[in-house]
């Protein structure tokens, strides 16, 4: 009895250990979650009281000015959403169709304390939502990135993703860069201390910077910064980094006290000791409000997790998502380190608008070669879809969906946006081309994600280079 006892307890604990990245990524963003984004439940929104507009600055289209317009009852309604939006049914069908993966898209607001409560509006709660969203993902085997998708200061213009729909773009200030910090250190600390977040593999700094880097002043320095925290957090915990040593030791288990303990050694600049020191009381009150005790005692031997734990995949859209001379984030890795990038043709400027010219243009994709030479390897295809800027029929579908999933696959693999969408009279048409779910119903998707429908589709448009 006891044997077999000890036994469970040791399979428990081996499925806790996820090695860092998985062979191929198959996976689906879990996209118009904890980061709404209105288009994509048109009629959900609409009953929660948003609006839609052109200019999704000009009505309420966004959380903030959805919260600004609701500040009474903003918290519940979110509530409601986080927890139909994504279900454990949901959780399940990820599980059934084999996928891997999925990214999970967060704003700077669900670390509460970072919101400046005076002029910025968003709702309170959503922690508690990824909290119980990664146990049911960590309890069917499915990895998860978390992203950065929303910055403080919001980081491009005129996005329902950034939470802001605004021209008013600030994340790009020391003020921000040190917010967007701390956001990294409580994040990196509970995937490594809260058992359900014991399936985070990745964490991602920054989704979708203005491409043109001249905008984007102090970039290069986040982005050393951001990896150096994370890696200051591993190190405080005892993960071993390759390449990286504390050069004080670390005399207790109280986590937030081994912080301060590092802080005042100087083994990380002083932004990253700053941010490390402006998420203690963070964590201090976390620890208590989702009850991980592990917070305050790592060493805990009911909870061992970290001892398991691999460093996280320090996760930057690649070097070529921008351009103007912009800073490349391999210079910035310490230990493993993963490039994401996104494709979409559905918004112009990639290929000419018609079959013919997208599987011409997919069925060359360079990209993966282009970023393994500047280093920025191995990438994956963090977000891509079957949208398009013509009517595109059935049989065309097959073929787009086959052949983007054999570009992807030449590099680390794919993530799909979204896993679903609204279906709704509203919504229309939107599932067919914008959700998983939807496009294994209708066949374009296959099965076993690893497959594709033909895989002869791109012969007829290789070009001999
Ligand atoms: C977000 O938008 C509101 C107006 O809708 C604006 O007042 C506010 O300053 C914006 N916040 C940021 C950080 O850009
Ligand atoms: C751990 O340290 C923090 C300060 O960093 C303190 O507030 C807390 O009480 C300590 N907890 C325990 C259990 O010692
Ligand atoms: C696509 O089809 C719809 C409805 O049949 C039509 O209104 C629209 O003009 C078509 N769009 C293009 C780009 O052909
Ligand atoms: C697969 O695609 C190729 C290239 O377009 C085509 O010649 C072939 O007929 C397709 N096979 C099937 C089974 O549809």
Same mark, same amino acid.
């Given at each position: 009895m006891?044997?077999?006892?000890?036994?469970?307890v040791l399979l428990? /604990?081996?499925?806790?250990?996820?090695a860092?990245?998985?062979?191929?990524?198959?996976?689906?963003n879990l996209?118009g979650?904890?980061?709404?984004?209105?288009?994509?439940?048109?009629?959900?929104?609409?009953?929660?009281?948003g609006q839609?507009?052109?200019?999704?600055s000009?009505?309420?289209?966004?959380?903030?000015?959805?919260a600004?317009a609701y500040?009474d009852?903003?918290?519940?309604?979110?509530?409601?959403?986080?927890?139909?939006?994504?279900?454990?049914?949901?959780?399940?069908?990820?599980a059934?169709l084999?996928?891997?993966?999925?990214?999970i898209p967060?704003?700077?607001?669900?670390?509460?304390?970072?919101?400046n409560?005076?002029?910025?509006?968003?709702?309170?709660?959503g922690?508690?939502?990824?909290?119980?969203?990664?146990?049911?993902l960590?309890?069917a085997?499915?990895?998860?990135?978390?992203?950065?998708?929303?910055?403080?200061?919001?980081?491009?213009?005129?996005q329902?993703f950034?939470?802001?729909?605004t021209?008013?773009?600030?994340?790009?200030?020391?003020?921000?860069y040190?917010?967007?910090?701390?956001w990294?250190?409580?994040?990196?600390?509970l995937?490594?201390?809260?058992?359900?977040?014991?399936?985070?593999f990745?964490?991602?700094?920054?989704?979708?910077?203005?491409?043109?880097?001249a905008?984007?002043?102090?970039?290069g320095?986040?982005?050393?910064?951001?990896?150096?925290?994370?890696?200051?957090?591993?190190l405080?915990?005892?993960?071993?980094?390759?390449?990286?040593?504390?050069?004080?030791s670390?005399?207790?288990? +109280?986590?937030?006290?081994?912080?301060?303990?590092?802080?005042s050694?100087?083994v990380?600049n002083?932004?990253?000791t700053?941010a490390?020191?402006?998420a203690?009381?963070?964590?201090?009150?976390?620890?208590a409000?989702?009850?991980?005790p592990?917070?305050?005692?790592?060493?805990?031997?009911?909870?061992?997790l970290?001892?398991?734990?691999?460093?996280?995949v320090?996760?930057?859209?690649?070097?070529?998502?921008q351009?103007?001379?912009p800073?490349?984030?391999?210079?910035?890795?310490i230990?493993?380190?993963g490039?994401?990038?996104?494709l979409?043709?559905?918004?112009?400027?990639v290929?000419?608008?018609n079959?013919?010219?997208?599987?011409?243009?997919?069925?060359n /994709?360079?990209?993966v070669?282009?970023?393994?030479a500047l280093?920025?390897?191995?990438?994956?295809?963090?977000?891509?879809?079957?949208?398009?800027?013509?009517?595109?029929?059935?049989?065309?579908?097959?073929?787009?969906a086959?052949a983007?999933k054999?570009?992807?696959?030449?590099?680390?693999?794919?993530?799909?946006w979204?896993f679903?969408?609204?279906?709704?009279?509203?919504?229309?048409?939107?599932?067919?081309?914008?959700?998983?779910f939807?496009?294994v119903?209708?066949?374009?998707?296959?099965e076993?994600?690893?497959q594709?429908? +033909?895989?002869s589709?791109?012969?007829?448009?290789?070009?001999?280079?």
């Amino acid at each position: 009895m006891h044997g077999l006892l000890s036994f469970g307890v040791l399979l428990a /604990l081996a499925r806790l250990t996820f090695a860092g990245l998985p062979d191929k990524i198959y996976g689906v963003n879990l996209g118009g979650w904890l980061v709404l984004e209105p288009w994509m439940l048109p009629a959900e929104w609409e009953a929660m009281g948003g609006q839609s507009c052109d200019d999704c600055s000009q009505c309420i289209g966004s959380e903030f000015k959805f919260a600004e317009a609701y500040p009474d009852t903003v918290d519940q309604k979110f509530a409601e959403h986080w927890s139909t939006w994504l279900t454990q049914d949901d959780v399940n069908q990820i599980a059934t169709l084999g996928l891997n993966v999925v990214r999970i898209p967060l704003g700077y607001w669900i670390v509460e304390p970072l919101v400046n409560r005076a002029t910025e509006h968003y709702p309170r709660g959503g922690i508690k939502f990824l909290q119980s969203g990664l146990q049911m993902l960590k309890n069917a085997g499915i990895q998860a990135i978390l992203d950065h998708h929303a910055l403080p200061g919001v980081q491009t213009a005129d996005q329902s993703f950034t939470g802001n729909c605004t021209s008013d773009v600030e994340f790009y200030t020391d003020y921000n860069y040190h917010r967007a910090l701390v956001w990294t250190a409580v994040m990196t600390s509970l995937s490594h201390l809260d058992p359900n977040f014991g399936s985070v593999f990745a964490i991602e700094a920054v989704n979708e910077p203005i491409m043109d880097a001249a905008q984007t002043p102090g970039y290069g320095d986040f982005q050393t910064n951001f990896v150096q925290t994370v890696r200051a957090v591993e190190l405080i915990l005892g993960i071993p980094v390759p390449g990286l040593q504390l050069d004080t030791s670390v005399s207790t288990s +109280n986590f937030t006290s081994a912080i301060m303990n590092v802080a005042s050694s100087n083994v990380f600049n002083s932004e990253v000791t700053a941010a490390l020191v402006d998420a203690v009381p963070i964590l201090v009150e976390l620890g208590a409000e989702l009850a991980i005790p592990e917070i305050f005692n790592f060493d805990l031997a009911a909870a061992p997790l970290h001892n398991s734990r691999e460093p996280l995949v320090t996760t930057f859209m690649d070097v070529n998502w921008q351009f103007d001379n912009p800073p490349n984030p391999a210079d910035a890795a310490i230990g493993p380190q993963g490039y994401d990038n996104h494709l979409y043709y559905s918004f112009g400027g990639v290929a000419d608008p018609n079959p013919t010219a997208y599987l011409t243009s997919i069925c060359n /994709l360079q990209r993966v070669q282009a970023d393994a030479a500047l280093g920025d390897s191995p990438l994956w295809f963090g977000e891509w879809g079957l949208p398009t800027q013509f009517n595109a029929t059935d049989d065309f579908l097959f073929e787009w969906a086959d052949a983007q999933k054999l570009a992807y696959s030449q590099g680390k693999g794919w993530i799909f946006w979204n896993f679903k969408v609204e279906i709704s009279e509203l919504a229309g048409d939107l599932a067919r081309q914008w959700s998983y779910f939807e496009g294994v119903k209708l066949g374009f998707l296959t099965e076993n994600p690893s497959q594709v429908n +033909n895989a002869s589709v791109c012969a007829p448009y290789v070009t001999s280079s």
